[in-house]
C-alpha cells in the first residue's frame, strides 16, 4: 500500500483566516514532504521533516506554518495568506530522507485565496 | 548545482503506439538519481520508475522503461502500447547529494489519440 491520504480536497480562505491541510500516511515511512504546485509548473519543495524534525525549510514565508506531531502525520497551517498563494498543495512521504528514497505523493488539496 | 531539462512542449500519441519522452540532466555529483512521475489532470502525482546512476541496466515498470545514457546524460522515458489513461502531465526529476530533495523538469504533456 503506497497511500497517503490529503485532506481537505478543496479549500477556500479570506486572507484573514487560518486553517489547515493535513496529510496522512501509514507506511512506516520516516520523512515527509510539502509541495506547492502552480497551474502547469514543476512542484516546489517547501518543507522536508525527516524523523519528525524539520530538516529543510526552502525559505518558506512565515504564514506558513508546518507541524509533525507525529511520525504518520504531518501538518501545514496557514494563516493570512494571499492571493498569490492559491496553488495545489501536495504531501508526500518516502521510507527515508536518502538520495533514492522513492517520494509517493498524495492528491493534493487545491487552495484558492480570496 | 544540478539542471533538469524537458523541452518537449506537448507530445501526441496514438493508441497502442510507443512514445518516448525526452529528459536530460546536467550535475557534477556521480551519485544521483532520475525519477519519472506521471499527473493527471486530477492533481496526483503518480511514481513511475527510477533509475540510479549506478544500476547496470536500465529501468523497467511494465509498459515504462527508462533509456539511460549516461555519457550524454539523458533519461529517457519510453511507454509502450499508449493508453488512454496515459494523457497526463510527465515530470522528469533529479536527485543528488545524501538528501532525496527532488529537482523537477518543468513537465510534459502527453495526450493520447484514440
Known amino acids: 500500500d503506497t497511500e497517503v491520504t490529503q485532506t481537505p480536497k478543496h479549500l477556500v480562505m479570506g486572507m484573514t483566516n487560518k486553517k489547515s491541510l493535513k496529510c496522512e500516511q501509514h507506511?512506516?515511512?520516516?520523512?515527509m514532504y510539502w509541495y506547492k504546485q502552480k497551474a502547469k509548473k514543476p512542484p516546489e519543495l517547501m518543507f522536508v521533516?525527516?524523523?519528525?524534525?524539520?530538516?529543510i525549510n526552502e525559505s518558506v514565508p512565515s504564514r506558513f506554518s508546518p507541524e509533525c506531531p507525529n511520525s504518520s502525520l504531518l501538518n501545514l497551517h496557514l494563516h493570512a495568506l494571499q492571493p498569490e498563494d492559491s496553488a495545489l498543495y501536495l504531501c508526500?512521504?518516502?521510507?527515508?530522507?536518502?538520495?533514492?528514497?522513492?517520494?509517493?505523493f498524495g492528491p493534493g488539496t487545491r487552495l484558492l485565496v480570496l | 548545482a544540478q539542471k533538469i531539462t524537458q523541452t518537449q512542449p506537448g507530445m501526441f500519441v496514438q493508441e497502442k503506439e510507443a512514445v518516448t519522452l525526452d529528459c536530460t540532466y546536467d550535475?557534477?555529483?556521480?551519485?544521483?538519481?532520475l525519477f519519472w512521475y506521471k499527473q493527471p489532470s486530477s492533481g496526483e502525482m503518480i511514481f513511475l520508475i527510477y533509475?540510479?546512476?549506478?544500476?547496470?541496466q536500465n529501468a523497467t515498470e511494465g509498459r515504462y522503461s527508462l533509456n539511460f545514457q549516461k555519457a550524454r546524460k539523458s533519461a529517457n522515458l519510453v511507454i509502450s502500447a499508449s493508453q488512454l489513461g496515459d494523457s497526463a502531465m510527465y515530470f522528469c526529476?533529479?536527485?543528488?547529494?545524501?538528501?532525496?530533495?527532488?529537482?523537477f523538469g518543468k513537465g510534459i504533456t502527453l495526450s493520447v489519440r484514440p
Open positions: 508526500a512521504s518516502s521510507p527515508g530522507p536518502s538520495r533514492g528514497e522513492t517520494q509517493y
Open positions: 507506511m512506516g515511512h520516516r520523512a
Open positions: 521533516y525527516s524523523y519528525e524534525k524539520l530538516s
Open positions: 550535475t557534477s555529483d556521480p551519485s544521483y538519481g
Open positions: 533509475q540510479g546512476s549506478y544500476d547496470q
Open positions: 526529476a533529479l536527485v543528488t547529494g545524501a538528501n532525496s530533495k527532488l529537482t
